[in-house]
């Protein structure tokens, strides 16, 4: 019986896209493995990615494309007139209408080049993917984010193993992120603080330095009060504000407004939780915060929670209230750094 092996990765709508050893039998997949070699997801698969074998040979799975007849019913066609049947639709709206009536959109399954070739195909044809490359669930926080951060995510996962203050917001890495878990976990090894919003209490909620519970649906009031305290006790990097920061007075003059007693009142989380939260993500840098922009979809609001939020990444600083050891990390206690603020 020749057995064989093969590569390739998982095509669920998980943007971890991990690296897989396929085994195959006389032509058929009978098992597969994450690829320990891909630098990634280091062989580890979660338990929706190792059924793959049940799923691409289950008897429901859709393997052709089908139109519908006159009766309402699906009806199996051949890929040509499906590609046929979709290019005249297309060819038909864009001479009606123009090219912008036409949509296209992909979801995050397979996040790796279907999505962007799609983008592309959309380009050369002169329409729009709608909303982006992502799930629609995602696609109104990460929006917020690209507004102050430019691509998103803005750096590798593996760079987070470098951070020495985590913020977990409202997100369960722990069981829902097999990946970023792991590189949380470093972090942690190597000394990172780790902080968690959540209404619900999360295993790295259990074991975070700094854990609050936060009224459901207003992040954008947290992120302002952290802000205000960050800006009141001047621990804002001004270097970084000055070169890279723009409209800081007018977000300056905003935050003002937010003081952590206000923001207690609408956030339900403690004034003394907000300032230490604000100290410890200013004066323990680099830091990350680890955001799920689905969860902040969820409300109607998400688009600009989620901007809110990610405008801390302009806050968050290293120098003041640190001293440095000799391998560059902060031999200044959390409350040390609270009281120097
Ligand atoms: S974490 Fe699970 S769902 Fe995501 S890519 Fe890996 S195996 Fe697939």
Redesign the pocket.
Known sequence: MPVSEAYS??????????A?VVTVENGRVVRVR?DPRHPY?LG???????P?VLRTYHQHRLRHPLSRNETGNFVRIAWDEALDETAEWMREAKKRYGPQSVGIYSGSGNDGMPPRLAARFANAFGCRMMPGIVEICFEGPYEGARSNVGPFPPHELSDCVDSQCIVIWGTDKFES???TKQVIQQAIDRGAKLIVMDPRRTPHAKMADTYTTIRPGTDAALALGIANEIIRRDLYDHDFVNKHVLGFEEYRTRVAEYDKERVSEITWVEPDTIEKIAVAFATHGPALIATAPAGMNHYTNGTWAARTVHSLLADGVEEPCLRQNASGHSETSWSEAWATG
């Open positions: 990765a998982c095509v669920l709508s998980c943007p971890d896209m991990c897989y994450g997801t580890r698969c979660c338990p929706k990615g190792y793959h992120s097999l990946h």
